[in-house]
């Protein structure tokens, strides 16, 4: 039957209702701030946004879209190949390209229809595709649609990927190599100059997928692979305007001039409606701010540090290193469940990932922290941890059996 | 080169261990459907037979394979 493989998930989300519980797509219904809001009816502290250097509620932001949508209107209702290339879109453009330090770059309306479009079409039948095992589930849609062959190697594995390249013979200088710089669910960053040595050595293009770690890290915020310092062995950046930069849509730039031709060959850039200009101006005042404003990056760190400090001497189980991303993760779906109806019920909001969007058979809950979070409010959210320990919701990684 | 027989008895030792409901492995014997492996052990069991034969089974042919006969051929054709 059509339907029987949604039953699964039918029952799941019947499970939740049952429970009194909406983790996916609880309905926030004020947002106070870049850190607050009223989530199904609760005040909470925003720990699951992404918003890493809170600036979605920047003023400046605010006002140059206001500006935008009272002179180009609400939306442009249309392809940036038909009637959808107004002068922000193309402002905007050379404004990343400038800001990475290449000459080409891409707009597109969404993150995901950034990396899913640029995976999709740089490669096609015939080519080789290697991605990293806990690649986004928009690099697994593209690899898919684009008929290449293939071949995951380990997570964050250099020698994993190297061994596949060697296995590759002739075919190697021709292979698309796809990483990421942090990844979204844990927050570990790619040993980014290992790859690139590998890259050097075996051949192939790198594309990098910087949507959590532009904005977050490198000296001017352009990301993982500028805080390596083996930007020259990227080919392709893409990222996302929807985190660090608090609005919607996504890009990708390279040196390679092709990237122009390219363009026209994308289907998720060619068939769907350009971005509002509101979107785009907000955008451009982000990425101005960023450039302005390092210290931004810098609280960022300062708060990641407290807030992964603070659960790892809670002896919860986080990940090896301090990142804006910090996941615990739990074995038990329902003891996840319980633990993140407890969070809501303290007045904390992270986000609920259960496989296979979390990388493993683990469950996760997931904090994303903003340079915009108070200490105060750090310290509350780690309080909240503390009481689930302490009311047996949560085992300390010591204490697990 | 080795030929299909010895690609299969291959496999059959490889999934010695995997072999949960102890069944009599067999050529038509399904990976997921009979022998009830998960999509992690599917790909632990993929990465023995890579390592083995050292080469990269690309996840674009996952879905044409069921049986063990079916996984025999295709890591035949890319080992040729």
Known sequence: MLFDKFQTMADFQAELAEQHVKPFGAVTEKILSATEGVVEGRNVILAGTNNYLGLSFDPRCIEAS???ASRWGTGTTGSRLAN???TEHQALEKEIAEFYGVDH??????GYAATMGMCSTLAGPGDTILLDADSHASIYAGVKLSGADIIRFKHNNP???????RRLGDRAGQA????EGIY?????????QEIAAVKREYGGYLFLDEAHSMGALGETGRGAAQAAGVEADVDFFAGTFSKSLGAIGGFCVSQHAELEAIRFC???????????????ASTRAALRIIQEEPQLRQQLW????RLYDGLKALDLPVGPTASPVVAVEMEDRKATIECWKALMAAGVYVNLVIPPASPSTNFLLRNSISAAHTSEQIDTIIAAYSDLIATGLITPTSKAT | MTDYQEYLDFLYSALEFQNKKQLALSEDTELVADMGLSSLEVMEFIEKIEDHFDISIPLNILPDVNTIGDLARKVRELNL
């Open chain 1, 302 to 305: 300062d708060n990641a540090h």
């Open chain 1, 159 to 165: 020698e994993d990927l190297a061994k596949r390249l």
């Open chain 1, 66 to 68: 206001r500006e935008a």
């Open chain 1, 84 to 86: 959808g290339s107004f």
């Open chain 1, 176 to 179: 698309l190599i796809i990483a």
């Open chain 1, 266 to 280: 994308i289907n998720a850039y060619i068939f769907t409606a350009s971005s509002a200009p509101s979107i785009i």
């Open chain 1, 184 to 192: 979204s669910m844990l927050g570990d960053v790619a040993p980014l």
């Open chain 1, 105 to 110: 770059a891409i707009v597109f309306s969404t």
